[in-house]
């Protein structure tokens, strides 16, 4: 059973993790066919988190 501090952090890993996928989506999108001006992108918005 887990408690409710655990459920919590959960939660929270959850919605850190889709910011996250939401990011990596976003300079996808920006730069498609630069990986590495995809990836400056992803910095400076983990910079921002």
């Known amino acids: 059973v887990k408690d409710h ?4 952090q959960q939660r929270i890993e959850q919605e850190i993790e889709e910011q996250i996928n939401g990011m990596r989506q976003e300079c996808k999108f ?3 066919h630069s990986i590495i ?3 400056k992108c992803y910095q400076n918005m983990m910079v921002n988190v």
């Open 37 to 39: 001006e995809r990836a």
């Open 30 to 32: 920006q730069f498609p």
């Open 5 to 8: 501090s655990e459920q919590r």
